[in-house]
């Protein structure tokens, strides 16, 4: 029975937890329940159920195991197994101990009963299994009971994690008109749980929003159309909400969603559509060419490319002419152009179609027919009071230069060209040139010659020919008449140049003197042609001839070879030029011909002094002696006078003056020369008077006492009391005033007698240099004048 008791010791007991868990923790256990190298648990079963008989013998120790798996998100610490080795019998002689991980953190084991653990909350998506290691320690020996074991604990997974989608946002886009089934995109949904355990991490998709234009794969996530011919001009744009749950869309089970934003790409399924089958315009007739008439816009639903069009307007030889359409490339509109002038007059109103087309079509969803459109245009003239119209607008006019005054010349025309027909007055420009040449008649516009014409002097006359209406307005417009002048034989010819021939002493009878040619200022049509002669006379000339060369140009011939100087020295010959002209007209002119010494070259002097020579009759020496005895009497007289003049001014003596020292620039030295030749010696320096300030007051008292004497100096003579007295006063300051100049060097004159025959030479009432008055010839008396300039001027500045 004893032996019976052991047998039940091996039996494991079972939990609460349920067999499964603990079934597959065992398969994860090499061994099953715990078993050593020595021997297997599995074979003492055996001899179990068959009741051996051999159950007393000693059996192998081993490990007995109670519960090995954890649940997880469990709060409450909970003894989850027990390790129990088959020697422990309760006496508390056995040392359980737990390594490995999670061990003393998450897991602990008490050493006594071997019973395991936990110590905080587990999170299976942290960590799913903890692989550790038991051991049995012997407490009496401290000697291992058992080698150590390996085992795992797992930790059971529960649905606590949700689904969540990846890769958020979702933006999509798909072609407008699409087919039903067109995918449009996948979402993807994760879930932390253990997809092995359960369905905590079974997922299914579903759509929230969205129906019924799509629809999403239960199992796959993908989101696909479900409507047909889905239209972007209708709506371009749809949010799509798609849900996720896992436990397989149980309750209970978590969810997620998310947005799937859907954008319609355009197709080109939309025509041109005019809004209005009729567009009416005005225009004034004086619009100029390419002046914008209107726009036309026809709608287009689609975009970007698909919206391109062309404009054009119908085939019509006469209105596509007058005007022309444009496409604008960034509003899409149809522009109208003027493209010809406009004339109320002739046409008011133009009535045309307008086309638009687009540009790229697809015959997949239109037709042809279908991308294009047509309206009618209406353009209406307004008339514009214009100016006058000249018929031509361009005159070219010849009149001939003889043309008597008042003869015609042309007529201009203009006209209104408006509905009223204003009246018109014609007029000359006065800024155009030649105004006086012509006159035109205000009525009518014909022009006549105002007076005589020459061609020499103006060949072409630009008139500006203005015409203007009567209203009130006074609308004008203008012309230019080109009159060209034609040339009539009016002048006659005239020598080329003028010539100045000569002929040598030596020259032999027959040589050519001098080859002539001639001018005409007309211009006959078919060109010059000249003739030379000589003036008709009863005796032919014996000494020249006139040759004609018959190509407008003509020689004179010498007719003998005996021509001196001595004899005669020039000759007049008459030359006599007709033109060819109708009638013909004949210039006569007058040659000179001059007999000349010729150098051996041939040269005739005709210029500088041996010209000169030959003109006078003189030889060459002759006639530089004579400009050298010219050119000495002139130098002559030129020293004269400089003589002269010198002579003259060393009898008119010395004179006053004033000389600057340059070290002192503020003394002036004043010498009076006459008798001595040395003005250097009485040169004398006048000093500043520093003390000129305070005598201010004590010098107004000697002016007014000066002045009372100068009055009174008519009839107080040298030996008066008062005279006295006044000298002495001046020689007894000059004596006590240390800055005064020496008393024989400078002299004060303060009156001089009335009979005085130089004058007075005091600075007292005197404010400028006075001329010298003229004295008789030889008188030796030096010329005096006043001191007052050099000394400062002014009554003010005055000292004594």
Known sequence: MASGEEMRGWTVKMSMPSVLAVVAAFTMIPGGVLSDTRGTRGLEAQQLAQGSAHLHRRLKRGWIWKQLFVPEEDPTPRVIGQLKSDYDRGEASMKYILTGEGAGDAFEIDEYSGEIRT???????????????????????????????????????????????????????????????????????????????????????????????????????????????????????????????????????????????????????????????????????????????????????????????????????????????????????????????????????????????????????????????????????????????????????????????????????????????????????????????????????????????????????????????????????????FIKVLDINDNVPTLAGDYQPFICEGTQAGELIQLLSAVDLDEPAEGHHFYFSMVAEKHINPNFTIRD???????????????????????????????????????????????????????????????????????????LGLLVCLVTLTVLSLLMLVVRRHRRKQQEGPEVAVMELPEAPSQKVLYYGGADPDPRRHAVPLRRHPRRRERRLRREEVRASIRMSLRESHLIGPDDEVFRQFILDRLSEADRDPNAGPSDCLRTFAYEGSGSPAGSLSSLESSALEPEPERPFGNPRPPMVRLTPWYGGGEEDTIF
């Open 119 to 481: 110590l905080k909350k587990l999170d299976r998506e942290e960590k799913s299994f903890y692989v550790l290691q038991a051991q049995a320690i012997n407490r009496r020996s401290n000697e291992p009971e058992e080698p150590e074991s390996e085992f795992i604990i797992k930790v059971q997974d529960i649905n606590d994690n949700g689904p969540q989608f990846q890769n958020e946002p979702y933006v999509s886009s798909i072609p407008e008109m699409c087919p039903t089934g067109t995918t449009v995109a996948r979402v993807t949904a994760t879930d932390a749980d253990d997809p092995m355990f359960g369905n905590n991490a079974k997922l299914i998709y579903s759509i929230l929003q969205g129906e019924p234009y799509f629809s999403v794969e239960p199992k796959t996530g993908i989101v696909l159309t479900s409507w047909p011919d889905m239209d972007r001009e209708a709506r371009d744009e749809y949010l799509v909400v798609v849900q996720v749950k896992d436990m397989l869309g149980l309750s209970g089970g978590y969810s997620a969603s998310t947005t799937v934003t859907v954008s319609l790409t355009d197709v080109n399924d939309n025509g041109p559509t005019f809004q209005h089958h009729l567009y009416a315009f005005a225009l004034p007739e004086d619009s100029a060419v390419g002046t914008t008439v209107g726009r036309i816009m026809a709608q287009d639903g689609d975009t970007g490319v698909h919206a391109r069009m062309t404009y054009s307007l119908e085939d019509d030889l006469e209105e596509s002419s007058t005007f022309v359409i444009r496409t604008d490339p960034v509003t899409q509109e149809g522009v109208v152009l003027l493209a010809k002038p406009l004339d109320y007059e002739a046409k008011r109103r133009f009535v045309m179609a307008a086309e638009a087309a687009n540009d790229h079509v697809d015959t997949r969803f239109l037709t042809l027919e279908e991308f294009r459109d047509r309206t009618t245009l209406k353009i209406v003239v307004e008339d514009v009071d214009e100016p006058p119209v000249f018929l031509p607008a361009a005159h070219e006019w010849k009149v001939p230069e003889n043309a008597a005054v008042g003869a015609v010349v042309g007529s201009v025309t203009a006209r209104d060209t408006d509905a009223v027909n204003n009246p018109i007055r014609y007029s000359i420009d006065g800024r155009s040139g030649n105004t006086k040449a012509f006159k035109i008649d205000p009525n009518n516009g014909t022009i006549t010659v105002a007076k005589a014409l020459d061609r020499e002097t103006a060949q072409w006359h630009n008139v500006t020919v203005e015409a203007e209406e009567t209203t009130a307005n006074h609308l004008s417009s203008s012309v230019v008449v």
């Open 549 to 623: 060369n018959q190509d407008n140009t003509a020689g004179i011939v010498a007719r003998r070879s005996t021509f001196t100087r001595k004899d005669r020295s020039r000759y007049l010959l008459p030359v006599v030029v007709t033109d060819s002209g109708s009638p013909a007209l004949t210039g006569t002119s007058t040659l000179t011909i001059s007999v000349c010494r010729c150098q051996p070259a041939g040269h005739c002097p005709t210029g500088g002094v041996e010209a000169l020579a030959l003109s006078m009759g003189l030889s060459l020496q002759a006639l």
